[in-house]
């Protein structure tokens, strides 16, 4: 079965600083992909970023970047040089052949807060 | 260019009624998905639909149904409703493909409240 595992309930990052968001999971499907969501207050969920399980390169987006480690089976969101709009839910996600690929597997979610 | 609509945005029910909650798609796009989004978790995928058939369904029970229409519009039904039911319910749309880097447009979600 596919799992996606946060271990961050909560982290905090001063403004203008980076920080990384770990994300775990579990699967045995031979190609999967991976995202990150993001969930302001207003609830909506925001695409951030998306590593393939073939890719060889992290993915990058804007500030968002994936640090992918397939081995460990780890796909990490950098945020660099942190704004106060950062302050969100942040969620990690999964879709393979094992779940379907109609469906996003999600992790429980890291509070972010950036303070000034 | 509008994004995903979800109506109404907050509903309160009251044990045992029967809920409908709307969504209307991104532009383009003809695959909707519905997820449950219960307090301090993450969402849980309830179903898919895709040519206005039910494509693919999570460990939901019956009492939550559904239905696409002809402008990709779709609609979530909850019966019988309990209190475990209170959740922030979110829809996601995207174009059709079964592929691991299809991206998912979600809507800001209705809040259902079961009292």
């Known amino acids: 079965a596919q799992k996606i595992t946060q271990t961050q309930p909560g982290m905090f990052v001063q403004e203008k600083e980076a920080v990384t968001l770990d994300c775990t999971y579990d699967?045995?499907?031979?190609?999967?992909?991976l995202f990150w969501y993001k969930q302001p207050s207003s609830g909506e969920m925001i695409f951030l970023i998306y590593q393939g399980s073939y890719d060889q390169q992290n993915a990058t987006e804007g500030r968002y970047s994936l640090n992918f480690q397939k081995a460990r089976k780890s796909a990490n969101l950098v945020i660099s040089a942190s704004q106060l709009g950062d302050s969100a839910m942040y969620f990690c996600?999964?879709?393979?052949?094992?779940?379907?690929?109609?469906?996003?597997?999600f992790g429980a979610g890291t509070r972010l807060a950036v303070h000034p | 260019d509008a994004g995903v609509t979800q109506s109404p945005t907050h509903l309160i029910k009251t044990r045992g009624q029967q809920v409908t909650l709307r969504c209307s798609p991104k532009s383009g796009h003809d695959t909707v998905s519905w997820y449950q989004q219960a307090l301090g978790q993450g969402p849980q995928f309830i179903f898919q639909y895709y040519e206005e058939e039910e494509r693919q369904r999570g460990n939901f029970p019956d009492r939550f149904s559904g239905h696409q229409f002809p402008n990709y519009s779709s609609e979530l039904n909850v019966n019988a409703l309990l209190l475990g039911d209170s959740a922030l319910y979110l829809c996601?749309?995207?174009?059709?493909?079964?592929?691991?880097?299809?991206?998912?447009?979600f809507g800001s979600g209705t809040q259902l409240s079961v009292l």
């Open positions: 996601a749309s995207s174009f059709g493909g079964l592929s691991t880097n299809e991206k998912l447009f």
């Open positions: 699967t045995s499907d031979p190609s999967y992909g």
């Open positions: 996600a999964m879709r393979g052949v094992s779940g379907g690929y109609n469906k996003l597997i």
